[in-house]
């Protein structure tokens, strides 16, 4: 719902640059309480994330995030531009669910709730300022921001555990379906001259997240179709499994036949990449055919 009547004339009938001028000058007020209470919350918290992001090959993909989210915003700016801003105070409710997030974060000692909060209060800024129309334009672009805000680690390990021994198994499977001796305790592989344990990083679990939000952006380019999205997001998942068990497979044949040496060190950063590598162009093909099939 709208409040028809919570902007100034010039903000219902002007275009995004006008309207927004006239919308913020209208509430000249809460813009500068919100602005300061922003900055003052979550420039501790930002600090930290990008740091974190920086140093954590895991979500290293999520500095990207911001702007391949400013880039969805500006590939539909003349849509935007068109759009009447209408402020909505809809708007207040979600910033104040949004501060209500982050407290609840500090209390429980949670980073994740605490920095979702921000794409929260990010939404609702947007809704109480140009209004629904404007929101549900830019909705998909923020909501693109949670891929740069990292799983708690109870979750990350609750998914990495079973995709290792998922991983594990049918890497073993082949292995000894081309004749290599080979035997498997959990994620531990072992072959008559080295042992080998399957890690987070070739669970798959890194690639994944990754490949998900590359898989997200590249999709929602791509495709017109929500089904069509859906499918190519989705395809994300057994495509970095499959990546991952060659990774390992690979690894396996080259270290049974020239020991140690051969999975450690470059090898295996390079098999990493090009295993990526290998997703992507996967995910591609998927979405490129989807795209030339059907309406």
């Known amino acids: 719902m709208e409040k028809l009547g919570s902007g100034p004339p010039a903000a219902r009938s002007g275009g995004l640059a006008d309207g927004l001028f006239d919308a913020i000058k209208a509430r000249r007020l809460w813009f500068g309480v919100l602005a300061i209470l922003l900055v003052a919350l979550y420039y501790p918290i930002v600090v930290p994330l990008v740091g974190e992001l920086y140093n954590d090959p895991n979500y290293s993909h999520g500095l990207l995030v911001p ?93 990495a555990f079973p995709l290792k021994l998922m991983v594990s198994k049918y890497s073993v499977m082949f292995l000894k379906g081309v004749g290599i001796m080979v035997w498997r305790e959990g994620n531990i592989i072992t072959f008559p001259n080295i042992e080998l344990e399957v890690a987070d990083a070739c669970s798959g679990i890194r ?47 080259l270290a049974r036949h020239w020991g140690a040496q051969a999975a450690e060190g470059f090898f295996h950063e390079f098999a990493g990449l090009a295993v990526f590598a290998l997703a992507i162009a996967i ?7 989807l795209r030339r099939v059907g309406k």
């Open 67 to 159: 702007f391949i989210s400013g880039y969805f915003l500006y590939t539909r700016i003349d849509e935007i531009r068109s759009i009447p801003v209408i402020p909505s105070n809809w708007g207040l409710a979600v910033i104040l669910a949004g501060v209500c997030l982050m407290i609840v974060g500090f209390l429980g000692a949670e980073h994740f709730t605490v920095r979702v909060s921000m794409i929260v209060v990010l939404a609702g800024m947007v809704l109480y300022f140009l209004g629904t129309r404007v929101f549900r334009v830019a909705a998909f672009p923020i909501a693109f921001l949670f891929f740069a805000v990292p799983l708690p680690y109870i979750v990350y390990d609750m998914a």
């Open 207 to 253: 690639s994944l997240m990754s490949l998900i939000a590359l898989g997200t952006a590249f999709a929602y380019i791509t495709q017109k179709s929500k089904l069509k999205m859906a499918i190519v997001i989705l395809s994300a998942i057994p495509v970095a499994i499959f990546a991952n068990a060659v990774r390992v497979i690979m690894t396996g044949i």
């Open 283 to 289: 995910v591609v093909a998927i979405g490129t055919i």
